[in-house]
């Protein structure tokens, strides 16, 4: 009876990783083929975009600040205060800014897309589609999956800026350090593949957002409280995989880079 | 032609053999490994309506949707307009639904847009000029008598006012082949009526081939024994005895197809279940 239950959940997996695998394929060969759902992509990249502007800013912003408050509190035991800058400008720009962004954008939209396309399924609106001669991987997922790419990329760089700049000022307003000093070293430390690495991640982040958040709402069974679950699950999965992601590319990066 | 009698009455045509619209051979679903659908071959002739009836959760919407390759036979071979949709891929169906017009059991109008994006949405794919896509779409919802909810949006709608959308929806592009997935489930009897004799409207006057789903046996008999008339614009008995030729049945039951023949061998079966069914 066990060994059956295991069995049946392993071929569920499976099956899942192999559906997963299928949409994210076919959501991006439909870049290529014709319609081109031109004003479905902006009309996305303004919900995922510019509806995610007021959480990436103010998260961005109080996470350079509390990020120079921890940082400047450990360096002054070393007497070392003045890397500062370097501190919050590295770590917002290489991991903090890129993680924290596609996790609150996956918070807001890939949670928004399950839940979208999950009553869509629901209420049968899907099915129409595809009856009325529609590929909704094409009018629904691709274009999801190319605002959130190109919106992340733009969003992680405004998380970034906004990151240096809010840790900028609890430097100098509350810890009383010398703002030439602070931008200084943060602008002076970063080289290239640190600016590489940061901007590589929201890509990865922002396909694994759409494409799990539509996913899990193309995957909907049981009504309304099949959404709710969907919805869940949609966040979940796409936190977890975010994290993992980061990992894998920093080691990757930092194998080809040295740094 | 419509061939329409002398008091606006469209007369029934005698049947005559005719090309197939819609051929099932041996067809078998499951889902879960349960069978749902077992062994299903029937044909739907051009011109015709095949109303089919079964108990709810036989299978009956399954099978629609097997019509118009939303789903795919575990086993049998499906054939639409003489092509075998059961061995074609999804991105060469979605050119074939063109020709097929679904109404679905609770309208499944797209919530985000107007009526009149939800009736021309197929025709904005097309990329057809605003003008004609309100010239059609008012044409089509003039046909279900909803000219003027043009600009409303399906949640300020009725359920009976849905579903005569949905049928807009479904005929906005001519087409060959309409299905029809309990248009009358859940409406109140006015309603119903309302429905039932647009869908006679399409059959009569249109003569689109139709298969129309339902367990309301009282639709089912209204469709076999009434004619519209085009001239009062309303549905009216045929002569005592006749059944309209062009209409007939099919009854799911336990996933087996126990029943594919006209009006008159339905009322007249011996088989036990049917003659429960229909009692």
């Known amino acids: 009876m066990a060994l059956a239950t295991i069995d049946a959940a392993a071929k569920r997996g499976v099956t899942a990783v192999q559906d997963y695998a299928a949409l994210s394929g076919r959501a991006l060969g439909n870049l290529f083929r014709r319609p081109f759902y031109r004003d479905d992509i902006f009309l996305q990249a303004d919900i995922i975009g510019v509806g995610s502007l007021p959480i990436v800013i103010l998260t961005g912003f109080f996470l350079g600040g509390v990020l120079a408050l921890q940082s400047a509190s450990t360096l002054t035991q070393f007497g070392a205060a003045a890397f500062t800058g370097e501190l919050v400008s590295f770590s917002m720009i290489k991991e903090i800014g890129p993680v924290v962004t596609a996790l609150m954008v996956s918070g807001r939209n890939a949670s928004g897309m399950a839940s979208e396309l999950g009553s869509m399924i629901v209420t049968e609106q899907i099915d129409a589609m595809r009856a009325l001669g529609t590929d909704p991987l094409k009018k629904l997922v691709m274009p999801r999956v190319v605002a959130t ?33 602070y931008f200084h070293t943060s602008w002076q430390s970063l080289q290239y593949p640190d600016i590489i690495q940061g901007l590589v991640k929201p890509v990865f982040f922002g396909f694994i957002i759409a494409t799990i958040g539509c ?6 069974r049981g009504g309304t409280q099949g959404v709710g679950r969907s919805t869940t699950q949609a966040v979940v999965v796409s936190s977890i995989l975010i994290i993992v992601c980061d990992f894998l590319i920093s080691r990757f990066l930092i194998g080809i880079f040295g740094r | 032609m419509t061939s329409v009698a002398t008091n606006g009455a469209t007369a029934p045509q005698p049947k005559a053999p005719r090309e197939p619209v819609v051929v099932f051979e041996n ?3 499951g889902f879960e490994r349960k069978s749902v659908l077992e062994n299903i071959s029937f044909q739907l002739g051009s011109g015709e309506m095949r109303i089919l009836l079964g108990p709810a959760g036989v299978g009956k919407s399954v099978l629609l949707k097997l019509c118009n390759g939303l789903l795919r036979p575990d086993s049998g071979r499906i054939f639409v307009f003489g092509k075998e949709i059961s061995a074609m891929r999804e991105q060469d169906l979605f050119e074939l639904r063109g020709s097929i017009g679904t109404v679905f059991q609770e309208g499944a109008l797209f919530d985000s847009l107007t009526v009149r994006d939800n ?11 605003d003008e004609e896509i309100t010239r059609r779409v008012t044409e089509a919802l003039r046909f279900v008598e909803m000219e003027h909810t043009l600009d409303k949006f399906p949640s300020e709608l009725s359920g009976g006012m849905r579903r005569r959308v949905a049928i807009a929806r479904a005929i906005v592009t001519n087409p060959s082949l309409i299905l029809y997935d309990s248009p009358t489930g859940g409406l109140d009897p006015i309603t119903s009526t309302t429905i039932i004799q647009l869908v006679m409207k399409q059959r009569d006057v249109s003569h689109t081939s139709s298969l129309v789903v339902t367990h309301r046996l009282q639709d089912a008999f209204v469709l076999a024994s009434h004619r519209f008339n085009r001239t009062t614009n309303e549905m009216e008995l045929l002569p005592p005895h006749q059944t309209d030729p062009n209409t007939s049945f099919l009854m799911l039951h336990q996933g087996h197809l126990v029943f594919d023949g006209t009006t008159a061998e339905l009322i007249h079966s011996s088989d036990p279940f049917i003659r429960e069914y229909i009692s």
Request: proline residues 0%.
């Open chain 1, 149 to 181: 790419i190109v919106m992340l990329f733009f969003l992680v760089i405004l998380s970034d800026g906004v990151g240096i700049l809010g840790g900028g000022l609890v430097s100098v307003t509350m810890l009383g350090q010398d703002a030439t000093q």
């Open chain 1, 215 to 220: 996913f899990y709402g193309l995957r909907t």
């Open chain 2, 119 to 129: 009736v021309g949405y197929r025709l904005l794919e097309e990329h057809i000029s």
């Open chain 2, 27 to 29: 067809v078998s679903i």
